[in-house]
Structures are given as structure tokens and as C-alpha cells.
């Protein structure tokens, strides 16, 4: 069964710093997605990527978030200036529109931001 | 903004016994999703129902999509410890999935 992996499971970085999560999806599924889930909070949708650019982001994705797709293989979420609030666990995902329209999600990377 | 509701918030069961678990909204949507989380973990896609009276199933599991397209439940059939985790339900929209709030259901031996 294909999988999404992320890399690392857990990340503990301070304030301030710059953490990139890493994502590869399923090797042909055509749109990539991030998500975070703040702990005992609901799933949240953050961003979107299709066709190498931004589909859809949500107001939680503001400036100090990106996202690169660098080589059609990887698929980072880049935090530039970390919060408090930016501890949560996040998940990429990805989808083929051919016919199934389930996500597969990635078992997620845990990042305490102290 | 879709507002999905998922009853109830949380279920604790002895083993053996039926539950059901619903997902509902005012809206109407093209097709619908059940996950199952477990902690730590991602959302594994169950299933995805997408005609208005649609039954899918899935072992012990059965997921039912409303006539008018606008609920979902999930009935499992004597449940197991295994069945421990949080069930959700989504919607895809505007390139985004549209989550519940989960039903965290506990299965005692």
C-alpha cells in the first residue's frame, strides 16, 4: 500500500527558529496538502499545492509559512519564525483526483516549540 | 462555512456491543468521508460515500450516506478493543477537506 512519509516524527525547536517539515507523497498523486492538528483540537486545514503553486491556504497559512515542492519528489512546510502556538502535530497529504477521492495522510510530525 | 456535527463527542462500550455514530449538516454535499485516527497518528480514509442513500461496507462497519446528501452515520457491529480511536468525518471543498469534530469511541474488553 503506497504511503506518505514524513520526516522527522517529532521536532523540538525554540521561538523564533526556522523548522522545515518534510513530506514525500505518494509518488503519482497530483495535489499535496498540509495540515495541523493542535493537541485535543480539531484537524485544520493550512495549504493546498497543485500544479507547483498555492490552490487554496487558509488564515492560519499567513507569511511566516511556505511551501516548496523543490524536486518533484519532496513536498516541506517551512515555519520561518516559530510560535508557542505553532505546536501541533502536522500532516501532509496527498490525493489523486482519478477516481478515489480519499486522502492518504502521512502518520504526521510532532513539533513542541519551546 | 460547512459546519459538519458529529454525535456523540465521545462513546465508551463494553466489547460485543452495536453502536452508531453520525455526522451531520445543513448543507448538502457531493460526497463524504469517514477517517479513523488513533493518537499520534494520521487520519486513515475509511471510506468515501458519494450517491444519497448509499451503504458501504466494511467488515464490521457500515457507513450510510443520507437520502438528501446531507448526513452520514457509521454502525459497527459487535465492536472490538480495536476499534478504539477517533472517527471523523470530512467533506472536500474548495481543494480543502471540511472536518468534524470526531467521535472518540472507546471499545472495553
Known amino acids: 500500500e503506497p504511503e506518505v512519509t514524513q520526516t522527522p516524527s517529532h521536532q523540538v525547536t525554540q521561538m523564533g527558529q526556522e523548522v522545515i517539515l518534510r513530506c514525500v507523497p505518494i509518488?503519482?498523486?497530483?495535489?499535496f496538502y498540509w495540515y495541523r492538528q493542535i493537541l485535543g483540537q480539531k484537524v485544520e486545514f493550512l495549504v493546498s499545492?497543485?500544479?507547483?503553486?498555492?490552490?487554496?491556504k487558509s488564515e492560519i497559512f499567513d507569511d511566516q509559512f511556505s511551501v516548496e515542492r523543490p524536486d518533484g519528489s519532496n513536498f516541506t512546510l517551512k515555519i520561518r519564525s516559530t510560535k508557542l502556538e505553532d505546536s501541533a502535530m502536522y500532516f501532509c497529504a496527498s490525493l489523486n483526483r482519478m477516481g478515489n477521492y480519499g486522502y492518504t495522510f502521512g502518520s504526521g510530525t510532532r513539533l513542541t516549540v519551546v | 462555512t460547512q459546519l459538519l456535527e458529529q454525535s456523540p463527542q465521545f462513546l465508551s462500550i463494553q466489547e460485543g456491543e452495536n453502536l452508531t455514530v453520525y455526522c451531520n449538516s445543513s448543507?448538502?454535499?457531493?460526497?463524504l468521508q469517514w477517517y479513523r485516527q488513533e493518537p499520534g497518528e494520521g487520519p486513515v480514509l475509511l471510506v468515501t460515500?458519494?450517491?444519497g442513500g448509499e451503504v458501504k461496507k466494511l467488515k464490521r462497519l457500515t457507513f450510510q450516506f443520507g437520502d438528501a446528501r446531507k448526513d452520514s452515520s457509521l454502525h459497527i457491529t459487535a465492536a472490538q478493543p480495536g476499534d478504539t480511536g477517533l472517527y471523523l468525518c470530512?467533506?472536500?471543498?474548495?481543494?480543502?477537506?471540511?472536518w468534524g469534530a470526531g467521535t472518540k469511541l472507546i471499545i472495553k474488553p
Open positions: 448543507s448538502v454535499f457531493s460526497s
Open positions: 460515500v458519494v450517491t
Open positions: 470530512a467533506v472536500d471543498s474548495n481543494y480543502q477537506l471540511i
Open positions: 499545492f497543485y500544479n507547483n503553486e498555492i490552490s487554496e
Open positions: 509518488s503519482n498523486h497530483l495535489y
